[in-house]
């Protein structure tokens, strides 16, 4: 009896220590229940909403990729396994035993098969004790459980995405089977956002001044297959007399009634609206991210040498990723050397040897679900060229310009204008454009995003405000055979910080990582930790 109480509290302290080592600095549950009640604010009477989670997606053969949460799932629930469904509520719902119910979160069984060989799932209780869900469910309860959808006046989900396996039991491909269905969902009955947008546009214009509306079909018809077949839309545009254009557009006005309770427009709109603007654990979290990857490149400023490939300096950055506890990159890593960083999401990272070349490395540790974008570019020999460093100021300068007007208020378009106009016009004074309005593929990205639980996160980039994580990264970019003195091929340079918006205004959280010519030339010439670490040369 003694010895199995000695084992029974020798198992209980070694399940103490299993759960410490976990990390506790997630999200907090309180954090998603306050983001799944703004957003029933802003739902109407009579509405629902229903979030699905991400399905596990094929690598090859018997290997799935390392599952990643869908972002708006993620944010809205905290559950980080496939197979689960969010169903949100308007009003109070009340169950046959009288029970009482605004929300309820689907989520995939427990299975001690399963978790002996890919490890332990939530399950029903772990999503009412850690997620604080009152109503949770295991999936396969989703399937069977009627929910009168069309009692609704609106059904909110999101476009569904088209590439789930069919796996059987209760995954994602059978959830949405189950849940088209229910609610009769017909795809060929609703408009993409875009769509929506062109269409209300042409709606709410008068004929008369149908050329600014001509003007948005035909610039987003560069953009968008959909838009640029659509038969109503070119025959608004062709048009050979008003009235013609006023029959068109009363068929437009027709085609934006909805045909359907279900509406794919709401949520990633409102949601968009919610996470572009950061909580205060929202911000902690991804601080932390911004700066883990800050010293990613201050360890690679450290160690870089010519004989280094992108490939080894890529590793050398997401050991620092691992090394403080993130679990992936939010994004594929860039690494690019000389020609390589004109290649704006250059993610081969092949090259052998660096060189003496410029080297761009635009990457970002992903930290409890939220992702950092930080760029630096840096000489592989510590020094820069005359040539490099007049390149290499000019963008500093745009992007200084630009930071200074990430400020409560001001439109999101600012700084991308502000950095166009300075390197428009030192480039000129550089002769690589014959003048300031000339049109060049030089810069030929904008400078601001948000970012978040996504890279690119979404949001409405109207004009910025408190607690907006939003980049700011310009760039030049000269690959060789540019139309310019041969001097300048090969440069590849962007500067990319994350700038938190406060109401005193601009903090660059990235500010660690040098960003001058003279501040990185001093960093490169520091010794690093990884200078005595040699591996045994495995081609001899």
Avoid at 135 to 140: E, I, L
Avoid at 264 to 281: G, Q, S
């Amino acid at each position: 009896m003694k010895v199995f109480k000695f084992l029974l509290v020798l198992c209980l302290v070694f399940s103490v220590e299993s759960i410490a080592q976990v990390p506790t600095d997630f999200l907090s549950k309180d954090f998603h229940k306050d983001r799944r009640d703004v957003l029933r604010s802003k739902m109407p009477k009579n509405s629902v909403a229903v979030v699905f989670a991400n399905p596990l997606r094929n690598r090859a053969n018997d290997v799935d990729y390392v599952f990643h949460q869908d972002p708006n799932f993620y944010y809205l629930t905290g559950y980080r396994e496939p197979n689960g469904v969010l169903v949100l509520f308007s009003e109070e719902q009340t169950d046959a035993k009288g029970n009482t119910y605004n929300e309820i979160l689907y989520v995939q069984k427990r299975d001690a098969r399963a978790e002996q060989w890919n490890g332990k799932r939530l399950g029903v209780e772990g999503a009412k004790n850690e997620l604080g869900f009152k109503m949770a469910f295991n999936a396969s309860e989703f399937l069977s459980t009627n929910i009168d959808y069309k009692k609704f006046d609106k059904v909110f989900i999101e476009k569904f995405n088209d590439d789930y396996r069919n796996l059987g039991g209760a995954d994602i491909f059978d959830l949405v089977k189950s849940f088209k269905i229910k609610a009769a969902y017909n795809p060929d009955a609703y408009l993409s956002r875009m769509k929506e947008y062109v269409y209300s546009n042409v709606a709410q214009t008068p004929v008369e001044s149908s050329a600014n509306v001509i003007n948005i079909i035909d610039r987003l018809s560069t953009r968008s297959e959909e838009i640029k077949d659509d038969k109503l839309l070119n025959a608004y545009k062709t048009a050979e007399s008003d009235a013609i254009r006023k029959k068109v557009q009363q068929k437009i006005s027709l085609a934006l009634k909805p045909k359907t309770n279900i509406d794919l427009n709401f949520l990633p709109t409102n949601l968009a609206t919610m996470r572009e603007v950061k909580t205060a654990e929202e911000v902690k979290l991804l601080t932390k991210a911004v700066r883990i990857s800050a010293v990613g490149q201050i360890e690679v400023m450290k160690a870089m040498k010519p004989h280094m490939s992108e490939t080894e300096l890529q590793g050398i950055h997401e050991f620092v990723y691992k090394k403080y506890g993130a679990e992936y990159e939010g994004y594929p890593s860039i690494v690019g050397a000389g020609n390589n960083g004109c290649i704006l999401h250059y993610i081969e990272n092949n090259k052998t040897k660096v060189g003496n070349d410029l080297v761009l490395m635009d990457l970002g540790a992903e930290y409890r679900g939220f992702t950092a974008d930080v760029t630096r570019t840096i000489p592989a020999n510590g020094k820069f060229t005359k040539e490099q460093k007049e390149i290499y100021d000019l963008v500093y300068e745009a992007q200084e310009a630009g930071i200074a007007l990430y400020t409560v208020g001001t439109s999101m378009g600012a700084p991308n204008q502000a950095a166009r106009k300075i390197i428009n016009e030192g480039l000129f004074k550089l002769g690589i454009i014959k003048s300031v309005d000339e049109r060049h593929n030089y810069f030929p990205h904008g400078t601001s995003h948000h970012i978040g639980l996504d890279v690119h996160d979404p949001g409405n980039y109207n004009t910025f405000e408190e607690n907006m994580v939003v980049t700011m990264e310009p760039g030049i970019y000269i690959p060789d055979g540019s139309p310019c003195d041969k001097k300048w091929w090969g440069i590849g340079i962007r500067i990319e910080d994350d700038i938190l918006v406060t109401k005193n205004g601009p903090v660059n959280l990235s500010e660690e990582a040098p960003r001058t010519t003279e501040a990185i030339e001093a960093m490169m010439a520091k010794k690093s930790v990884l200078d005595e670490f040699i591996l045994p040369d495995l081609d001899k």
